[in-house]
């Protein structure tokens, strides 16, 4: 089957189950899954029945995914996405960006933990632009013109005007937001000192494992994307050690302000 087939089918089974012209796409990064919870008259789906689908094995990733009502709007929310690491081929780790365009959504909020470069733990981070420090490219192979062109500009990837509503909907919760450029590589070793003062100087406010093959397939296909990450602790060099437990644990802390934040800029976006 090609990829193309892969995707219309996997649309057809959620559309068959209800799932039909979410408006917007969220994935939920680690830890931060349970704004899915909050979706109302919720269709659920479990990853492992959804074909073409990959699946989920990380501590603080549910596996699911949840469709219905938040904050007004009709969302396609991902508790856990696909990383590379997992040993995830590109196609699987972007495949729910592709059927999220293909079920009819304009826009995806892309969430994350990640380390801060600019910033410490606890920070919220919208993010402008990354770099791709993955040495992949899930755009790699023949391209699908139905989705997008064979060299798509990446100039306004994390969308400018849906920055500017997130920042406006911050100050009026009056909510600290920063924001900056997120370095993704695959992991899943943390980096070393020598990376991060690299990466720094680079350019990199944060670093992190996901979403930067995620959001060049939105970029591709003309989805526009927010993204967030939820800064869970000091990148190597600035702390003593890291470790998931305590990524997962910073971001039990972030993660009301996170939810807040995120339903309030959908119901603006
Ligand atoms: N590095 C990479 N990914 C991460 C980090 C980090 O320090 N923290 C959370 N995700």
Do not use: C
């Not at 600019?118 to 770099?131: A, N, Q, R, T, V």
């Amino acid at each position: 089957m090609t990829l193309m087939d892969k995707i219309k089918e996997t649309a057809a089974f959620l559309q068959d189950k209800g799932i039909s012209a979410p408006e917007f796409g969220l994935i939920l990064g680690s830890g931060l899954g349970e704004l899915a919870e909050e979706v109302e008259n919720a269709i659920v789906v479990d990853y492992a029945d959804i074909p073409n689908w990959g699946q989920s094995t990380v501590v603080g990733h549910a596996g699911k995914l949840v469709y219905g009502n938040l904050a007004g709007r009709k969302v396609l929310a991902l508790q856990g996405r696909f990383h590379f690491y997992e040993g995830n081929p590109m196609e699987v780790v972007t495949f729910p960006v592709r059927v999220m365009k293909a079920l009819g959504a304009t826009g995806i909020i892309v969430t994350n933990a990640a380390g801060g470069i600019e910033f410490g733990p606890g920070s919220l981070m919208l993010i402008s632009d990354h770099i791709n420090m993955t040495g992949q490219h899930p755009l790699i192979g023949e391209n699908l013109d139905e989705f997008g062109p064979r060299f798509p500009d990446m100039s306004d990837a994390y969308t400018g005007a849906y920055r500017a509503r997130a920042r406006k909907v911050a100050a009026e919760l009056e909510l600290e937001l920063q924001e900056g450029v997120y370095l993704g590589v695959t992991g899943p070793s943390y980096e070393t000192p020598a990376e991060i003062r690299a990466f720094r100087t680079l350019g990199a406010s944060a670093v992190g494992m996901s979403t930067v093959p995620e959001v060049i397939v939105a970029a591709h296909s003309g989805l526009k994307v927010l993204g967030i990450s939820a800064i869970t602790n000091f990148a190597a060099g600035f702390q003593e050690e890291l470790n998931h437990e305590e990524v997962v644990e910073v971001t039990q802390g972030i993660k009301e302000n996170f939810k807040n934040f995120v339903k309030a800029v959908l119901a603006e976006l």
